[in-house]
């Protein structure tokens, strides 16, 4: 039984064993044996790097199917805003949300307002903080895994403001229940994600409480029918339809989005694995202390480019820069009232609630003695392999090659470097055999008779 | 207790070389980590040894990282040839230092390394000697009984 509820799962039937996936793992938690791709769940971290990678089409998301609906008596669509980036420029939120409810939603809930919110509420955070820094921004799923798995000294670094699509379920779903005098449960909110790591952090989140939401639907699966959905949909003027945007929540969809809201702050923007990796590098090694806050997505360019979207990351980020552009150059402000935020921020409104735990990986062995005597025995192996990463043997280096050893999870002979040897154990034993065969030999003398 | 669970390794550390600066604290914590270290003994240990690498940067000429562990401690012992300290305990104020404006910039110098090592160790031994060079040596003790 695994510890870790994944949704990202490999098809056995599809797989090549082509490797890309092992190489572009960024937390090295994938292998290749006997041409079949397995994941170590402990290891991942759900990025959905080799969702892209496969060529094979190997490795598949598991989100909610749009059959979940009927399982509530109301439901309720919570798009993330990067939905709103995947539609041509004439197609605003407003429209967005009254097809999301022609497909079949009870409502549909804007998103973005609860993001200026929450940015409100970071700020209001930062001005009394005053712990070690940076603070990091929890948007990502994937970056508090990642925190959790490989960088567990800087988990107190992870912000306490809740994500806005949480405090948005939580909220809307107890105005609902009133409302329409409903049980909390017998309403769904439903995230419409752009990637697969929120479903995850829904099944299972990473501070060990509930989620508020109930499902999440791939923005992927639900873009077709909703394109089609939008075509008789009524349209409010392009100046109307621009008012009800929140340009600080707005901006939630692209890197960067978070920290231009913090102005007043010193705050980095960072965006992939491999950067983010560079920067978390930096801050344990104390380089960044200057800096307030760090807004890091997993997904290059921030939410526009997850593996679940369908328009081209950099047009969509584009979107999102020239909407924000347009409602400062026509003074629209669609924006939470901050004195309203700062009123519900001193009740509590906008704090986490459940506790964020590391999640380092298993190490060498349970004993220490035995730990310290294998990570000798992974040097002494390393030490001897080649090094240069050719992932033949099944693992992605050299390195995690010499660490699967030592665990007993490979043998040294996979190394495709140590053939010889083993052509010569072979050999050996050829020989030997040989040798024997030719005394077990009784028909020469026959043959002289005959 | 045998040397074989014993491990003995040794870093260079470069004066001046800001860019590299924690390398050597960076690859000691995944050593730390790899062998199943308590995380809030790695939480102090990444501290004390990041200020220790920082000064040997920030400060000396080069200095020489050795990291001691055995199933009972972690030690860790950093010797540099540098400028030595005149008044340890001086130097052992919190908010005392020498840092020059530069090294403020990239915030550093507020006068915390030393007090952070000896806060965050279980032990810690210092001596100096004025135009030679510093020796660091600090001690965390390590819990037998491990969870499973």
Redesign the interface.
Known sequence: MNQYVHTIRIDPEKCQGRMKCMRICPTQAIRVQGGLATIIEERCIDCGECITACPNQAIVPLTDPFGELTKFRHTIAIPSPALYAQFGKEILPDKILSGLKKLGFDDAFDLAFACGEVSFAIQEYLRDYKGSKPLISNACPTVVRLIQVKY??LIDLIISIDTPREIAAREVKKKKSKQLELKEEEIGAFYLTPCPVKMISIRQPAEKGKSHLDGAISISDIYGPLLSALEGVERESYRKALESICILGIGWAIVGGICRTLRLKNSLAVSGLSEIIKVF??I???????IDFIEAYSCPQGCVGGSLTVENLYISYNKILKLIETLEYEKIKACPDIREVRKLYNQKYFFIKGKLE?R??????????????K??EKDAIYEALPKIDCGVCGSPTCLTFA?DVVRGETELLNCIFNFPQRFKALSQELSELLDKSIVATPTRSETKKG | ?TD????SLAFEIIGGDFRR???V??KI?E?L?????D?SV??RA?IAM??AE?NVVMYAKKGQFTLH???SMIQMKIDDEGPGIGDIGLAMQEGYSTATNEMRE???GAGMGLPNIKKNADKFEISSTLGKGTSLHMFFY?N?Q?E?
């Open positions: 567990p000294d590098d930096d344990e090694q104390g380089k960044l202390r200057n590391p380092p990986l298993k190490p060498l062995d349970k004993d220490l003695a035995t730990a310290i005597k990570r000798k660490e | 207790m074989e669970n014993e491990l600066a924690g390398s604290s960076t914590k050593i980590q790899e062998i199943g270290i995380s790695i939480y990444a990041y200020e920082m562990l055995s199933p990239m915030g550093f390590l037998q491990r499973e």
